[in-house]
């Protein structure tokens, strides 16, 4: 993909993980210097944090991406400067949210027309991740409606940007969701009796494209080309026969438009363009052992301490905590919601926990084994405190002193000594 070419890029999920941290940068690096980068914030316009939605939205592109953002507001009062800001920009980014609230105001405020013209034309990159991809076909699904309030499930007029590609399809992203546990929440919260459902409503010459989580679809604008990148999988579904295409696949939008309308059912996929697939090869793929989720993370890192614990392994106890705080870090801007943040920070506090209380642990060691944990543990709180991470540092010390290690905090350093048996631990001192 050359940098003068327009880009579509639609999103399954975690549009703001580290999971997609590759592919962010490979996009980026089709822009210029400088370019006009807007995040467009409509589909969670409505909510309360949505400032707080926003900034950790930047922060998340400006750190790991390298791209300096703007936010386009959901506004009444200045809809034209909403407006002109798409027409201008280089790289427009939209996410998590209400597809129906989005649709509503994009819709009314023309909105849709703008992001339209941009496929159209082929105008820079343009990102529609979770929320904003059920928008993008010429049906859409309401998930908040359906899923959280029990609304019958309908299709809404989408804003059709596939439309101008030739595709008469619906976008379903969070295809292979699995949330639900014991019931079924694949396809965006759906579940297969209600997409079943759902599909029969669709015309003859239209179809489903389902994205998985931490997956993507990217359409050149100048080539038409469509290349799946990622963890999971593309899906195309024509009543109740699904046609799944793995990462790394590249077909053209003929292929992709001959596949939704029923002319055919198997095309032979493009190999993929060499840049491309280096491109691939140097992110995440849909075999990679790494996690895919902030829970996944945090289990292996649990996992791993579990077994140094099991080891009695002071040194990899410690390795699996740094590596946690490191995970909780990466994850911080994440805008999905529900993404067990506290969940994550309430294990490396209990992980803490663990290290500093030996004899309930049944490790009633001599003091020099004492001082192999204790001395990293040391070494991490000093870690933690020059990140400006003192909440945790703090809980670590708190920590250490139920365990009976009484810590002394001094200028550049810190101490510790072994309390005797029943000593009160002291006051924490003010940081």
């Known amino acids: 993909m050359d940098a003068a070419r327009g880009i579509l890029a639609l999103m399954g999920s975690g549009e703001t993980s580290p999971t997609m941290v590759t592919l962010h940068r490979e ?7 400088d370019p006009d980068a807007v995040i467009l914030e409509t589909p969670y316009g409505f909510q309360v944090n949505r400032d707080d939605i926003s900034s950790r939205a930047r922060e998340y592109f400006r750190r790991s991406v390298g791209l300096t953002t703007v936010v386009a507001p959901d ?29 509503g105001r994009w819709q009314t405020q023309r909105v849709g027309e703008i992001l339209h013209e941009r496929v159209r034309r082929g105008h820079g990159v343009t990102v529609m991740a979770s929320a904003a991809a059920c928008t993008v076909g010429f049906a859409a699904l309401p998930v908040y409606e359906v899923y959280k309030a029990g609304h019958p499930p309908v299709w809404l007029d989408g804003l059709d940007l596939t439309g101008a590609l030739g595709l008469r399809v619906a976008v379903i992203p969070h295809y292979d969701n699995t949330e639900g546990g014991t019931h079924d929440t694949r396809f965006c919260y759906l579940g297969e009796p209600r997409l079943a459902a759902l599909e029969r409503e669709l015309p003859d010459d239209s179809a489903v494209l389902g994205i998985d989580e931490h997956t993507a679809v990217l359409v050149d604008l100048d080539t038409s ?17 699904s046609i799944p295409f793995q990462a790394g696949t590249v077909l053209s939008l003929e292929q992709l438009r001959d596949l939704v309308s029923g002319k055919t059912r198997a095309p032979t996929a493009i190999p993929a363009p060499r840049g491309a697939a280096a491109a691939d090869e140097s992110g995440p793929s849909p075999t990679s052992d ?9 289990s292996a890192s649990e996992a791993r301490f579990d077994s140094a614990l099991a080891a009695r392994d002071a040194e990899a106890m410690v390795a699996a905590i740094l590596d946690l705080e490191a995970v909780i870090a990466a994850w911080g801007a994440d805008t999905e919601e529900d993404q067990g943040g506290e969940w994550a920070r309430t294990v490396l506090r209990g992980m803490i926990r663990q290290c500093a209380r030996p004899s309930q642990r049944g490790m009633d060691e001599p003091l020099a084994t004492l001082e192999r944990i204790v001395g990293p543990l040391l070494d991490l709180r000093g870690h933690l405190r020059s990140r400006g991470a003192y909440e945790v540092a703090d809980r670590l010390r708190d920590a250490l002193a139920a365990g009976g290690v009484h810590v002394h905090d001094a200028p550049g350093d810190s101490a510790w000594r072994l309390a005797p048996t029943g000593e009160e631990a002291p006051a924490p001192s003010p940081e």
């Open 27 to 33: 996009l980026a690096a089709h822009l210029g210097r």
């Open 75 to 103: 506004t009444k009062t200045d809809v034209d400067g909403v407006r002109d800001q798409l027409r201008r920009a280089d790289w427009v980014f939209s996410g998590p949210g209400s597809p129906s609230y989005a649709l």
């Open 225 to 241: 080309l469509a290349r799946v990148w990622g963890r999971g999988l593309l899906t195309v579904r024509r009543r109740g026969v």
């Open 290 to 298: 790494s996690p895919a989720t902030l829970q996944e993370a945090v």
